[in-house]
């Protein structure tokens, strides 16, 4: 099947037709997320997407909704007072991302009847999630001198569209929906679905509205002057089983406790530059936002809203740029990931013995394999990853316990990594989809056009990535490391062994001369792709990397036709299909960056890593809320101007949430070591925006330390402000 579907490509690709378009699950462009602002609450397996009114749809073909398990739970909601949306006076989630308020006010009503005139009567809005049940609190005040009686509607509708639906896969059958109105203060829809899943969402007023019928809510509303009273909504999105709903105010407190409750162990980071600080605060309370708890730990879901579910390779590098801040992110990362690791082989899913996961669905169109994602392995780069972020843990943590529950499964990623991993026995790890349905290209740059040759053309599979050789490699010798501790001796040397002998091969086949980097990938035949990619600057982050030839990398990587101002380029101009407004081919990617960034401080290229930390820390200072996207244009920085918004990025990201821990890391050289009992600082600078910068409750095994880090010049010193334990600060040039 792999032969054939490797034929069609190319016959596809002869008769002047891209392969396959629909199977990469491109998102429609004429849903974009930067027509407007849009606010986003998530809780669990729930997430909104808002108008800056609070409302849902009032424009439609947009990303809007409720939705809870990749489905559409909420398609329109929208509060009118007298038949007309009120005004927006302000819109403003609270600092830790826990709710939604909105003020608002009335326009004018000439009716005689009613004649009202604009700004008389106030409305605030808080809305929030808690345990797959939106909230809402409307307060309603008088500022007239006269009392003032009008009708306030709400409208609403659930269309239980699967998330793919949203993005713009179109279905030829639907299930069937109902909808029953038969009590005075609650309205529900029903949706059988063909996977056999009932679906419903409750919606219930308080108190009991004048009017209730599907699709509207009618209050009658009395106040005197300077009367203030409120009415409450819970939208419930329940899926077989009824949620238990509580009253606002204790799902409000419950919330919040939780909230604080996630964050009480964490090191924090303050500086010397209020708007440094703002990212800061932005980037923990989004990343927060995302992890999602299960049993067995804390998971960071990949963004909103296209992605708010587990992707491996999104919650094992997410977790590697939090390591030092949290490190149980990362271990609830490990042991999702292992439980759901592939132990068969189902070529539908791209699963093979010992792969970790890709990504998984919960909605109808996943269940019924409209879409393979369900549990979906089509990725090169998740299973040496989990390995590298196994090692990276033990090596922050010393957490042996956790090494020796996860180290089957650490096995069985090794062995993937050397059989099925390996598909052709030539010692670098390909990837080759099994089915037509599956992702073309699976490393992180999975759209259909991002590996190609220097002349414009698709590389043809099997393909070897530059980065994910540098995984493998990083993989073995953490995975050596471990054994070691293990006490298995033996196994500890041979992974040593295979990782020098990787070393030396990437070397042979895949450093360009020419382009003074490594090839983008190695196509079916062997022939490297000589482009210049960021991807290279991940063979840095690894260690992969010769010193020399890392240099080299690092300047191409830095000259201006990789680097725009605001970050490097996925791909530079002058590249065959270099488009600054592509996803994968001219873009810049945060997290992408942070990586590179620590490639550099690995080898010593500090300066590169600060320019790339000033460069997005700028970027995240012009976006709303002070937030890194997913992902933004790759256009050239211009002066008085802020970076170009790529129109369907996810934001918030999980990983591009976690950039601005990773470069802060890169530049002052951290690295807890639990073997050594040392905080070290590693030739530690900081880009010129930063001063000053205050790191609290930062902890190593049983001991906590508080440092304040000051610069002089390009130079940094380090203060304990306060310490518990044993762990020593070490500063080394």
């Not at 409302?55 to 007072?81: C, M, N, P, Q």
């Amino acid at each position: 099947m792999a032969n054939s579907a490797r034929t069609s490509n190319a016959q596809a690709i002869s008769l002047g037709h891209e392969p396959n378009l629909w199977s990469e699950y491109e998102i429609e462009t004429a849903i974009s997320l930067v027509d407007r602002p849009l606010r986003n609450l998530k809780h669990g397996d729930a997430f909104a997407v808002l108008d800056s009114y609070g409302d849902v749809g009032a424009v439609k073909d947009t990303a809007e909704g409720l939705f809870y398990r990749d489905t559409r739970y909420l398609s329109h909601y929208e509060l009118r007072i007298e038949g007309k949306r009120p005004h927006l006076l302000s819109s403003v989630m609270h600092e830790d991302k826990a709710a939604l308020s909105v003020d608002l006010t009335n326009s004018d009503v000439p009716s005689v009847e009613r004649r009202m005139l604009r700004d008389t009567i106030f409305i605030g809005r808080t809305k929030f999630l808690w345990n797959a049940v939106c909230y809402e609190r409307i307060t309603l005040r008088n500022y007239d001198r006269a009392p003032r009686r009008f009708f306030l509607d709400i409208l609403f509708d659930a269309d239980f569209a699967d998330l793919f639906e949203v993005r713009g896969t179109t279905r030829a059958r639907r299930g069937r929906r109902t909808t029953k109105a038969d009590k005075r203060d609650q309205v529900e829809f029903h949706y059988q679905g063909l996977d056999g899943i009932e679906r419903r969402t409750v919606l219930k007023f308080s108190p009991e509205p004048l009017n209730v019928e599907v699709g509207r809510a009618t209050f009658d509303v009395a106040l005197e002057p300077g009367e203030q009273t409120s009415l409450f909504v819970n939208v419930s999105s329940e899926e077989n089983t009824a949620n238990e709903v509580g009253d606002f105010f204790r799902g409000y407190r419950e919330m919040r406790r939780a909230r604080r409750s996630s964050t009480a162990r964490i090191a924090t980071v303050r500086s010397s530059n209020d708007l440094f600080n703002e990212v800061v605060c932005r980037a923990t309370s989004d990343v927060y936002t995302l992890v999602t708890r299960s049993e067995l730990g804390p998971y960071p879901y990949a963004g909103i809203p296209w992605f708010s579910t587990i992707f491996g390779r999104d919650g094992i590098i997410t977790a590697m740029l939090m390591l030092w801040i949290d490190p149980s992110i990362a271990a609830g990362v490990l042991r999702t990931l292992a439980a759901t690791q592939a132990t068969s082989t189902d070529r539908k899913s791209d699963a093979q013995p010992g792969k970790i996961m890709h990504e998984t669905r919960n909605g109808e169109m996943a269940n019924l394999g409209e879409v393979p994602f369900r549990r979906y392995y089509g990725t090169v780069d998740a299973t040496p990853l989990f390995v590298m972020l196994a090692g990276m843990y033990f090596h922050r943590t010393g957490d042996e316990q956790l090494i020796r529950e996860l180290w089957p499964n650490i096995e069985a990623a090794l062995g993937w990594i050397d059989t099925s991993g390996d598909c052709d026995g030539d010692g670098f790890v390909e990837y080759f989809r099994e089915t037509e349905s599956g992702l073309a290209n699976q490393g992180w740059k999975d759209s259909h056009d991002a590996i190609f040759h220097s002349d414009g053309s698709n590389a043809e599979g099997p393909i070897a990535l530059c980065e994910v050789q540098g995984y493998v490699y990083a993989a073995k010798r953490a995975a050596a490391v471990m054994a070691l501790r293990l006490g298995r001796g033996e196994l500890a040397g041979r992974l040593d062994g295979e990782a020098e002998r990787l070393q030396a091969q990437f070397e042979q086949a895949f450093w360009c001369p020419e382009i003074g980097t490594y090839a983008l990938a190695l196509d079916g035949a062997k022939r490297p792709c000589r482009v210049r990619a960021s991807n290279a600057g991940h063979a840095l982050f690894t260690g992969i990397a010769d010193p020399e030839r890392a240099r080299q990398t690092a300047d191409t990587l830095m000259n201006p036709e990789s680097f725009s101002g605001w970050g490097i380029r996925t791909v530079p101009s002058g590249e065959a299909r270099y488009n600054p407004m592509s996803y994968h081919n001219g873009s810049i990617w945060p997290h992408d960056n942070a990586l590179i960034a620590l490639g550099f401080a690995r080898y010593g290229f500090k300066s590169e890593a600060a320019r790339l930390f000033e460069g997005l820390f700028s970027a995240a200072t012009h976006q709303e809320s002070r937030r890194l996207p997913e992902l933004f244009c790759g256009f050239i920085r211009r002066p008085h101007r802020g970076p170009t918004a790529y129109p369907v990025a996810c934001s918030p990201q999980a990983w591009a949430a976690a950039t601005s821990f990773g470069l802060l890391a890169a530049c002052i050289g951290l690295d807890l070591a639990h073997d050594r009992d040392q905080i070290c600082l590693q030739n530690p600078v900081a880009p010129e925006f930063l001063d000053e910068v205050v790191i609290r409750n930062l902890r190593l095994g049983t001991s906590r330390m508080d440092l304040r880090l000051h610069r002089y010049g390009r130079d940094m010193t380090a203060n304990i402000l306060s310490r518990e334990g044993t762990a020593g600060l070490v500063l080394s040039k």
